[in-house]
């Protein structure tokens, strides 16, 4: 974390679990156990149809609420699609975009994420944008430059002034899920690689400003370790986040 220039930000995402009443229930638990909270922002990113119940619940506190997903059309004839205007009028604040789960099963490409991570801005929220290499593309020695890729072409036709709303995750795929975390080390090492692309895209102060992210197997154990790298400006957290006791120690140990 680096607080003096960007945003510690600790999100969960809690894929496609929970209904609502188990939403409205985990909500109220995780309102109970997260004190004051000065250092960090706290987003629940939560299934679509669960958005309205997790937006009455967190109402009357400063936890915010995400989607998973979004398409970047704002209207039209895409049977099964949720837009940006319609998550915006139920009052969510960020939106997943790109996460390797919609990459691997719905084939979403760079180029969709693009699409995406430009409407969500247009629609004044903040996309958390997920990057992250195969296990393969690790061994093979090739992890930067697939995140390099990734990063710049999510970011493709970006004005300069919406880089301090985007947040990037870095989320190697072999981490997700797995209960394999990457090593603060490696995990900071990625994080500095990614400020130093938005750098040469945006320029310095540009970059500084943007909050980096790490997931995958973030728990309530490795999560003041991880959070303690200068680039690691907070976590997206899968698995831990469905215990309400165990996010509710994520976000302490971010608000140290
Ligand atoms: P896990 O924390 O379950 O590894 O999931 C990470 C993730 O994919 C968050 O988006």
């Known amino acids: 974390m680096n607080r003096k220039y960007r945003k510690t930000v600790i999100a969960a995402n809690w894929k496609m679990n929970k209904d609502a009443d188990e939403t409205k229930a985990c909500a109220e638990e ?3 156990l997260v004190g004051r909270v000065r250092w ?10 669960d958005i309205a119940a997790a937006v009455k619940a967190f109402r009357d506190c400063r936890i915010s609420v995400g989607a998973q997903n979004v398409f970047y059309e ?3 004839a895409y049977t099964g699609e949720v837009s940006v205007p319609m998550l915006k009028s139920l009052g969510v604040k960020y939106v997943i975009v790109g996460h390797s789960e919609r990459r691997k099963y719905f084939g979403e490409t760079d ?5 995406k991570v430009r409407a969500v801005l247009e ?9 992250g290499e195969e296990l393969a593309q690790r061994q093979a020695g090739v992890e930067q430059e697939i995140v390099a890729a990734q990063v710049k072409l999510a970011l493709q036709g970006v004005e300069p002034a919406n880089l ?9 795929i072999w981490a997700i899920g797995t209960g394999l975390t990457a090593t603060p080390e490696e995990a900071n090492r990625m994080g500095e690689h990614i400020r130093t692309v938005i750098r040469k895209m945006y320029g310095a102060r540009v970059a500084r400003s943007v909050t980096i992210q790490y997931g995958g197997s973030m728990n309530e154990n490795n999560a003041a370790e991880l959070l303690a790298q200068p680039d690691v400006d907070g976590g997206l957290i899968g698995g831990a986040s469905l215990d309400a006791k165990k996010f509710a ?4 140990a971010a608000n140290q």
């Open 30 to 32: 995780i309102k109970s």
């Open 40 to 49: 960090c922002d706290i987003v629940v990113c939560v299934p679509s149809v």
């Open 74 to 76: 704002p209207s039209g």
């Open 111 to 115: 180029e969709d994420v693009s699409k």
């Open 123 to 131: 629609g004044g929220m903040s996309p958390i944008v997920c990057v």
């Open 164 to 172: 301090r709303r985007v947040i990037i995750a870095y989320e190697p």
């Open 249 to 252: 120690a994520i976000v302490e």
